[in-house]
Structures are given as structure tokens and as C-alpha cells.
């Protein structure tokens, strides 16, 4: 674990059995308790012409009722009416229509049964491997709890119980919110000017609990600690839109790039991130450009981890 200072720019190499000596006793650290779900299927494409193939259906995100955002490779020439066989014909799904190259709208019932039947646990694709057993496991946060995410929040998956009974025992509050991550989160900035990009939105949602203490943090200035990036735009989002962290569910399309002046999250746990992500960019905007470049060329120079199951980096930010 990298230890930064956003104000000084110094690091400290660590490691993560070491954060509660980073912890003070009047901090909230905040998770995302969201747990990813089985999205990646295989099925049949039957289209309306009586021609037939195999393709990928991804699962990335429930519309309304027995109704999905589903993205198929290939995809581009499925039309309304075709339909998606699962298994051995038992499922079928219909689609409704295109909203983009390989992103469709599927009519399907049963659907969670169908990934609990069929569905894989969707790895990052630069993981060049098939899915294990014990990435059913091993890609979940220890404190996962609403299904619903189609990738982990990464910088939770350094947690173990122990972790967080250390962490309590040095005083700190411990709540969740949360925030089903979307395929948009890791979809890279592909446009020239960083700004055009656009985030598709995510559903989240905070209990009671979790806006009460939030609160009382904020009106006794205590350090808000947000494990991922993930929570960082749930909390950052709800002060944008009420000035406050309200309780409820919602959506959040916010996408945090240099320049954003940040309300809440006082320092910020998250992993090293793909060029050219969001992800990168938020903890960009979190400690100054320049200070993210020389923290990831200290993690290169140290042989650091990147990506889902590599290591991760405490940011020290707002004072």
C-alpha cells in the first residue's frame, strides 16, 4: 500500500495490514457493500430470418421488470423480435431494441435464474483467463451485500474482517452505501477532450443509518474516508445535488475531472488504474495531475500491483 499526501506529495511505502495505523479515531470510513453478479452468459442468437449463432450476453443492468441492458458480442446486427436462447432452450429472451453498436434492451423472465444457472462471474477483460470458482470468492468484497454490480469495487477486496475489527478498535465508524458499478465506470476516454466523455448511469442507494452519521461527521469536521472511487461519486454526487447526504436511492452519472472541487471525502483508498480511465482521472482531480504522475511513477519504479487485483494507494486530500 502507497501512502500519499495530496498537500506535500510525499509517499510512504507501506502495506495494507497497516492502515488502521493511518486510521484516526474520529474518521468514517465508508464501503460500497455491493456484490457482483454472474453477468456474463453464453446463448443462442435465433433471429426472425431462421438463421442462428452463438454470442456473449452480458447482463449490464435491469430497466424495469424481467427487462435488461444487456451487451452482446457481436452484436451489431441483432434487431427487435430476434431472440437470445439460454442453456438447453429452457430460457428465451426477446429483444426490444439497439441502443448502441452491441448495447440492446432484452425482454427476458427469469433472470435471475438464468445467470445463477449459466452466468460467469465477468473478470475485467485484461485478465486473459476464463473465469475460476474461486473468483466467485476472491472477486467479492468480504462485505458484500446487494447484488447487483457487473465488477467489483476494487479497493474493497484488500479487506478481511480482521481488517475492519482493527480498524473499529482504533475508534473509526465503519458504514456502507451503495453503488452498483456499471460496464460505463471502465469504458476508457476515448474522446480528445476529457470533458465530452459521458458516464452511463449507476443506481445506488444509502440507508438512514449511513446519512446519519455522514452528517453528524460533516457538522463535527471529522475526516470522511471513501474505500474506491465508487464511493467517492456516491457521496460526492449527493452533496452536488442536495448539499447534504440524503438517504434514498437514485442514479449518478457524475463524472469527477480535474478541477472538481470536492465536499465531502477527506482522503480516498483506491487501486492503480488503466490510462485513459475515469478512475485515473478522478484521483487525478483528487491530488493535482502532476502529484498522481509522480505517485505512479514511485509504483512503477517500486514493482506496485496495478489494476483489479493489484495493490492499492491511500490519498490523503483535504484537510
Not at 75 to 87: K, L, N, T
Not at 123 to 150: C, E, H, K, M, N
Request: with cysteine; aromatic share 8%.
Amino acid at each position: 500500500m502507497m501512502v500519499l499526501d495530496s498537500q506535500t506529495g510525499n509517499i510512504t511505502d507501506s502495506f495494507f495490514r497497516n492502515l488502521p495505523d493511518f486510521v484516526q479515531p474520529s474518521d468514517v470510513i465508508v464501503l460500497n457493500d455491493t456484490r457482483v453478479i454472474r453477468a456474463r452468459t453464453r446463448a443462442v442468437l435465433q433471429r426472425s430470418n431462421g438463421t442462428s449463432r452463438e454470442m456473449e450476453v452480458f447482463f449490464a443492468e435491469p430497466l424495469r421488470e424481467d427487462t435488461w441492458q444487456v451487451l452482446c458480442k457481436p452484436g451489431r446486427r441483432i434487431r427487435p423480435g430476434d431472440r437470445a436462447v439460454f442453456g438447453d432452450g429452457e430460457f428465451a429472451g426477446v429483444f426490444q431494441e439497439s441502443q448502441g453498436t452491441d448495447l440492446h434492451v432484452l425482454e427476458l423472465k427469469d433472470a435471475a435464474l438464468v445467470l445463477e444457472r449459466y452466468g460467469a462471474i465477468p473478470l475485467p477483460p485484461y485478465i486473459d483467463r476464463s473465469p475460476t470458482t474461486d473468483d466467485d470468492s476472491s472477486y467479492q468484497t468480504v462485505f458484500a451485500r446487494q447484488p447487483g454490480a457487473v465488477a467489483a469495487p476494487t479497493a474493497g477486496l484488500h479487506f478481511t474482517p480482521e481488517a475492519l475489527d482493527a480498524i473499529r478498535s482504533k475508534g473509526a465508524k465503519i458504514v456502507t452505501i451503495t453503488l452498483h458499478v456499471g460496464i460505463g465506470t471502465f469504458l476508457p476516454v476515448r474522446s480528445e477532450r476529457p470533458e465530452e466523455h459521458v458516464l452511463h448511469p449507476e443506481r445506488y442507494e444509502v440507508s438512514e443509518e449511513t446519512a446519519t452519521v455522514l452528517e453528524e461527521a460533516i457538522q463535527d469536521q471529522r475526516r470522511i474516508v471513501a474505500v474506491g472511487t465508487t464511493t467517492t461519486r456516491t457521496l460526492e454526487s449527493l452533496m452536488l445535488r442536495y448539499g447534504k447526504i440524503q438517504a434514498g436511492s437514485g442514479q449518478t452519472d457524475l463524472y469527477i475531472l480535474p478541477g472538481f472541487k470536492f465536499q465531502i471525502v477527506g482522503s480516498l483508498l483506491t487501486n492503480f488504474h488503466l490510462p485513459q480511465s475515469t478512475l485515473l482521472m478522478l484521483v487525478s482531480a483528487f491530488t493535482g495531475h502532476q502529484t498522481i504522475l509522480n505517485a505512479y511513477r514511485h509504483a512503477v519504479s517500486m514493482n506496485y500491483r496495478f489494476y483489479s487485483y493489484g495493490d492499492c494507494m491511500l490519498i490523503h486530500g483535504r484537510r
